[in-house]
């Protein structure tokens, strides 16, 4: 550690510079001298000399790579993301093999979220460098933005190889690279599985056989043996945490936010452990008010957090992350509870985790058939999904068909839960119903090759550019009305349905049509609000659904001028009784455990 600042860069003087110049144009055919005065300049401080001299080098020597790739590095490193892309494009072009620059083109793409380019830079660098599994991350995340679930799920073979972690490749890597792998491990299978609920030929026994293999693999080695020790008075004040690593997300705030505004703290001790990257933020700011205990425990290493939860001394923890925080699979599998609940995930099913007591669900989403695959015990709710209204009450406004002369069908789920069914059925629609649009929006979209690439299949089936509208983030509006103020009918995909893009539609008039298939979300969240006549039951029945409502614009109205009453006044929204509900739970699964043999008592 420095007793003292470190020291600067060295500076260079104008005639030091000079005399940097000087020694170049003696010897303007040298690459090395090129490389290494531009790096000295560089890091001396003087990046526009430095950049200024590699451009030159590049015009005195067109054919060399080095000079490309080291500029632009240094223009990376100064944000200038587009001419640091063309330069490692010509380094790239000159030198097919240059697994540094192909790398580094993909790290620039994925920060101009130019996903496709993303993909082909780092398959190349991976091709060239198979053993470079530091690469396969980046990789894995921007085939998941480009939609590509079958390319995730083969790529992430490549990354769980059980031998992986004993190989002289790993084992003579630096320490923090090792650290990088330990902890993208988990991560990659959770991201395998995500992927595995966006395939339609999978169905949800060989899903949750899946979830079950991940948690022996990941979770299993730690399973507690025994319970930690509390007063098993079975009425007394209790003590229960809430995990979860989206605490600052907009997500999870529509998700929780009116359970945790509602909550009897007079009754319960809660506890909220934000293991988000963000421990500050406007919702974070908003749900830390709820809350008599707040603890930010990204930072914390398993064996910190088990040590936190330890002198918290809770009751019951409740997971609200699953699969989505692989990496505290290993924490939870110790027990650091008498009683583990997985509360709420994404996706909405079984943690895998033997040693977890309770999954709340409620009976569409865990039918029977379902619920006896999973290790937990399920605690069914009336609704699983519930919804905080939006603070601004945006207006509905009319039907837009109604001034339009043609139907705008719309979705904003993303990209990678839309299958291959998902679309072909969409284009079997717009086929049946004269003149209508197709309008989807996912932050994906802003990559122009991506949306070239939808054009393009729409195209094949007979659909033209007219009839599709393809769009990415929207920042110059809110998200809600600018979307739904455009859109008459929502199409929800399958197999992975939509949730908060389903409550959203519904909040701003616009009908959703889904089909319920073997995940079953849409229908949960539709027959919460007892609109089951848009839940399909076959890809047949979700035709004729969407056709039929396409083709009587009035009936759309009225349902725009409905919809938003039917979904405040319905127990989706209702926070008080959702709390009361969950705190009944509590209390009742702290009873049985006071009851049961295995509890341990003070």
Not at 54 to 64: D, F, N
Request: glycine fraction near 6%.
């Amino acid at each position: 550690m420095f007793e003292t600042a470190p020291p600067s860069p060295p500076t260079l003087d104008a005639a030091r510079i000079s005399a940097l110049w000087e020694t170049l144009r003696r010897a303007p055919d040298r690459e090395d001298g090129w490389l290494q005065v531009g790096n000295t300049l560089f890091q001396a401080g003087e990046q526009k000399e430095a950049i200024k001299l590699l451009q030159e080098g590049a015009k005195k020597l067109p054919g060399s790579a080095p000079i490309r790739y080291n500029l632009g590095y240094m223009l990376e490193q100064l944000s200038q993301w587009e001419l640091a892309a063309a330069c490692y494009a010509a380094a790239c072009e000159m030198q097919p093999d240059f697994f540094e620059a192909w790398y580094r083109s993909g790290e620039v793409a994925r920060i101009q979220r130019q996903h496709t380019l993303a993909v082909q830079a780092f398959q190349k660098a991976f091709a060239l460098r198979p053993d470079y599994l530091l690469s396969l991350p980046w990789l894995l995340e921007q085939l998941t933005l480009c939609g590509d679930t079958r390319a995730v799920i083969q790529s992430c073979e490549l990354f769980l190889d059980p031998d992986l972690l004993k190989s002289p490749w790993y084992l003579n890597l630096p320490a923090e690279s090792q650290i990088f792998l330990q902890k993208w491990i988990p991560r990659v299978e959770g991201l395998q599985i995500f992927s595995f609920f966006c395939r339609e030929e999978l169905d949800t026994p060989t899903l949750m056989g899946a979830i079950r293999d991940f948690a022996k693999r990941h979770a299993a080695p730690h399973y507690a043996q025994n319970l930690p020790p509390r007063d098993l008075n079975p009425e007394r004040r209790l003590r229960v945490g809430y995990l979860s690593n989206e605490l600052s997300s907009d997500s999870f705030y529509q998700l929780y936010a009116l359970l945790f505004q509602s909550q009897d703290n007079a009754t319960f001790d809660f506890y909220a452990y934000n293991d988000s990257a963000a421990s500050t933020g406007p919702v974070v700011e908003v749900l830390q008010g709820y809350f008599q205990n707040w603890r930010n425990s990204h930072h914390l290493t398993n064996q910190e957090l088990w040590e936190q939860f330890a002198q918290d001394q809770l009751d019951i923890l409740v997971d609200l992350s699953g699969l989505i925080n692989p990496g505290r699979l290993s924490l939870l599998a110790r027990k650091p509870a008498p009683l583990l609940v997985l509360g709420g995930a994404n996706p909405p099913f079984t943690s895998g985790l033997e040693v977890a007591d309770y999954l709340f669900s409620d009976p569409i989403l865990s039918p029977p058939e379902i619920a006896q695959l999973y290790p937990e015990k399920v605690w069914m709710t009336s609704c699983f999904l519930h919804w905080t209204l939006p603070e601004i009450p945006y207006e509905s406004g009319e039907a837009p068909c109604l001034d339009n002369g043609y139907v705008t069908f719309g979705c904003s789920n993303s990209i990678n839960k839309l299958s291959g069914s998902t679309l072909l059925l969409w284009c079997e629609i717009l086929k049946a119903v004269p003149r209508s649009r197709l309008y989807l929006k996912t932050p994906s979209l802003d990559d122009h090759l991506l949306r070239a690439d939808l054009q393009s299949f729409f195209f094949r089936q007979g659909l033209g550019p007219d009839r599709i509208r393809l769009q990415g983030a929207e920042i110059d509006h809110p998200h809600l009305p600018f979307f739904y103020g455009q859109v008459d009918i929502a199409l929800d995909p399958f197999p992975y349905n939509g949730g908060l893009t389903s409550f959203e539609a519904l909040w701003m008039g616009v009908p959703v049509i889904s089909l319920a298939g073997e995940r079953r979300v849409g229908e949960s969240v539709l027959s919460a609000l007892a609109l089951n006549h848009w839940s399909c039951k076959s890809p047949e029945d979700y035709f004729k659904t969407a056709v039929e409502l396409a083709l009587q614009p009035q009936e759309i109205q009225r349902w725009r001028s409905q919809l938003r009453q039917k979904v405040v006044a319905s127990a989706v929204c209702d926070g008080p009784a959702y709390a009361r509900e969950l705190e009944g739970a509590y209390r009742q699964i702290w009873r049985d455990y006071c009851a049961s043999e295995r509890a341990t008592a003070l």
